[in-house]
């Protein structure tokens, strides 16, 4: 889950410094896209390898199907990485999300006030794509991370192991939703 919501950041932030770069890709050279890959996983990993080592704990999710971090215990310990968690790992890659695709809609906002006809279609298309990613974001990992705040943080038994089954499938779709929206939604790729 991690590394997909920080894929999406750095997917979204590689968008807009391709999308208002003025010279042309280099279209044979992946070192920007290694790096950014590389990077994703070791922040992903920089979060997921805590609870191995005592800061929180793994155990089953829900229904007891599936394992995440341990939502329910209440010490300091645990609350604290699900804190840093929620910043780290949702707050932030969303607020790169909202920066960098809103920066790309003020840049071709600016270019079709220029040019009138293709660009205004395309405008629009790039709006479209905005709007559909965060949304579907929001709906996939809003849920999951609201579910984990309240089982951590709400009285014990408030999250039923039935109520908590939706949100972590929303969450864990997120990887299906995402390549299905670029591919219909930017002619690019």
């Known amino acids: 889950g991690i590394i997909s919501l920080i894929s999406l950041a750095v997917l979204s932030y590689e968008r807009y410094c391709t999308m208002t770069r003025t010279a042309e890709p280099d279209t044979t050279n992946y070192r ?82 220029i040019q009138r006809g293709p660009c205004r279609s395309r ?27 309240i089982a951590t943080f709400g009285q014990p038994g408030l999250i039923t192991p039935a109520a908590s089954i939706i949100p972590a499938i929303l969450a864990k779709s997120s990887t299906v939703y995402n390549p299905i929206i670029y591919v219909f939604l930017n002619k690019q790729v």
């Open 123 to 149: 405008e629009q298309r790039i709006l479209l794509m905005v709007l559909v990613m965060v949304v579907c974001f929001l709906l996939c990992w809003l849920p999951y991370a609201a579910v984990a705040l």
């Open 32 to 113: 920007k896209t290694w790096a950014g890959i590389i990077l994703s996983w070791i922040y992903s990993l920089l979060w997921t390898v805590p609870p191995l080592f005592g800061w929180s704990s793994y155990g089953p999710e829900g229904p007891g199907i599936t394992c995440s971090v341990n939502w329910h215990s209440k010490d300091a310990n645990n609350a604290s990485y699900i804190i840093c968690l929620f910043i780290f790992c949702l707050v932030i890659p969303f607020a790169i999300i909202v920066y960098s695709y809103g920066k790309l809609l003020c840049a071709v906002r600016q270019v079709s006030s």
